[in-house]
């Protein structure tokens, strides 16, 4: 049996755990080094970096993002596709924002996500994630949203990767 089961899942009488996600890691996919990442049972415990490169951190407001993580599988090809999809919102118009996120729509990149559990998400490990679209907003009403939307997505041959909390600190630091 090639793809044998491995364990059960019931989610009686565990309630709690919280939906959205609280902050965004952002870095060029070229900047991972995957000759020094280690996976384990699908999770990231050593994620290499070439020297000097970091990833950015996006804090969110609350409520203010989502992940998904689609599987979609074709019978007659045998074939099983993720598309990890990240959409989140930053608040404010900034000249120097609206440049930083062109320059990330210019870049095929990986990203972490830090769910409201405290969970780590690698996205676009394999292929990368690309910006698709970005919508500035002045809003109408002066309690109105004023900011900026922006949705990310990918394409895999592999799920999401959990990432070990352990390693978060030292990717924000430009790599040795």
């Not at 364990?7 to 755990?17: E, F, N, T």
């Not at 609206?98 to 780590?120: A, C, F, W």
Request: aromatic residues 8%.
């Amino acid at each position: 049996m090639p793809c044998a089961l491995t364990s059960d899942y019931s989610y009686v009488g565990c309630k709690g755990g919280a939906g959205g996600i609280r902050r965004v890691l952002i870095t060029e996919y070229a900047n991972v080094n995957k000759t020094t990442t280690v996976i384990a049972s699908g999770v990231i415990t050593t994620l290499g970096m070439v020297t000097t490169k970091e990833f950015k951190e996006y804090l969110l407001d609350k409520e203010m993002g989502m992940f998904t993580d689609n599987m979609a599988q074709t019978l007659a090809n045998g074939t099983i596709v993720y598309t990890p999809v990240i959409d989140f919102t930053v608040k404010g118009l900034t000249t120097a924002l609206i440049q930083e996120l062109k320059l990330v729509s210019q870049n095929t990149l990986m990203m972490i996500v830090e769910d409201e559990t405290g969970s780590y998400w690698m996205f676009g490990y394999g292929r990368g994630m690309d910006l698709l679209t970005a919508s500035k907003e002045s809003g109408t009403a002066l309690g109105d949203f004023r900011g900026q939307k922006l949705h990310f997505e990918g394409k895999e041959s592999e799920p999401i990767y959990g990432v070990s909390s352990g390693i978060i600190a030292a990717l924000l630091s430009p790599a040795a």
